[in-house]
């Protein structure tokens, strides 16, 4: 923690900030807020209720309104402050809202109902974590199967990414042959395709073979990236090959040259593939709409976008869920993400 607050309190003058650390920090902190906010804003929000969410104005922490137990109501009524004619205010609970009049009751003597205008009484609200919007998803809807199918996707295509692409990699850095280079450029140039004009061909494919409705469908189509290969290559291209003609010399087959030498020198690419690739299918939303039609199939953004009713969508749920989503990804970035800088700075060089 000593180096953390080392490294944050740093500035280039001699003890004390200089004119460019106050617009460096200015920056800095503008940044953090810009991308975090959101996040946390959506976590805040996944503790509201549907009725706090659609409160105007918003609040960022997830209030709801008081209630209390009162002898002769089976339910819990909402607390309010009323002001009475009189000045004074009083915290009385409301049994019934008639158009503009609301009829409450003392808590502490509620024989008596008491008539005032809506104007007059203001909600009593205290911070609340609706729990309810995490555990009620787990029951009325399979949650569950959308997740255990989304990281079946998500860990088989990532598997599959990482030995196809490897593999054309190491070919295409380290072995010498007549079109190597115009094979680089054509696996490039097809980044330049929309993924809109291939989706009718590849689900025609997929459907002859027999993968609609198939997990299978949504893990092969998209295994083979040209932005892998291009990451792998130009990491491969930085291990000098003296390293594999040794190897060879020692009698090592080329499947061994590949599997023991390059996949681990490659680790810190392989690494930041693994947390694209993880990226690309966990949030892969449009393929998996179009290949699955079967409930129990569907991974967690087409489940989350079951969500939604024709009348009405329960946003609480739907929130809630998206904060579920999201923890997978942050937990792989977070393991592997001293790999990043690593692996995108050394790439290219030679």
Same mark, same amino acid.
């Given at each position: ?11 280039? $003058?001699? $003890? ?27 976590? /805040? ?34 607390? /309010? ?91 295409? +850095? ?33 459907? $002859? ?37 040794? +190897?060879?010399?020692?009698? +090592? ?79 792989? /970035? ?17």
């Amino acid at each position: 923690m000593t180096g953390i607050g080392e490294f944050l309190t740093r500035t280039r $003058g001699r $003890g004390r900030l200089d004119g460019s650390d106050i617009l460096t920090y200015a920056y800095l902190t503008l940044g953090t807020i810009l991308m975090f906010l959101p996040v946390l804003w959506l976590v /805040f929000s996944s503790f509201k209720t549907q009725a706090a969410l659609l409160r105007f104005p918003p609040d960022l922490l997830p209030y709801d309104q008081k209630s209390v137990m009162v002898e002769g109501y089976d339910q819990p009524l909402p607390l /309010f402050n009323v002001t009475m004619p009189d000045g004074s205010v009083r915290q009385l609970a409301q049994v019934r809202r008639v158009g503009l009049e609301g009829q409450m009751v003392d808590p502490a003597s509620p024989g008596e109902i008491i008539k005032v205008n809506i104007n007059d009484r203001e909600e009593l609200r205290e911070v609340r974590l609706a729990w309810e919007n995490y555990t009620e998803p787990l029951q009325r809807f399979n949650f569950l199967v959308y997740l255990r199918n989304s990281i079946v996707v998500t860990v088989a295509a990532t598997i599959i990414t990482l030995l196809i692409n490897s593999m054309a990699a190491f070919a295409l +850095a380290k072995y010498e042959f007549r079109g190597s280079t115009f094979i680089f450029i054509l696996i490039i140039s097809t980044l330049m395709i929309p993924i809109s004009v291939i989706l009718v061909p590849v689900f025609l494919v997929i459907t $002859g073979i027999g993968w609609n409705n198939n997990l299978w469908g949504v893990i092969i189509p998209g295994a083979a990236t040209p932005t892998g290969v291009f990451l792998l290559r130009q990491y491969m291209l930085t291990i000098p090959d003296e390293l594999i003609d040794s +190897a060879r010399i020692d009698g +090592a087959s080329e499947w061994r040259v590949y599997w023991q030498l390059i996949m681990p020198l490659s680790a810190p690419a392989l690494a930041v593939l693994a947390i694209f690739s993880v990226m690309w299918r966990w949030n892969d939303f449009l393929w998996p709409l179009i290949v699955l039609s079967r409930s129990e199939l569907f991974t967690l953004q087409v489940g989350l976008a079951s969500f939604q009713g024709e009348l009405n969508t329960p946003w609480n749920y739907v929130l809630a869920m998206t904060v579920m989503t999201l923890l997978p990804i942050t937990l792989v /970035f977070a393991v592997l993400q001293r790999f990043i800088t690593t692996g995108i700075a050394t790439t290219g060089m030679k």
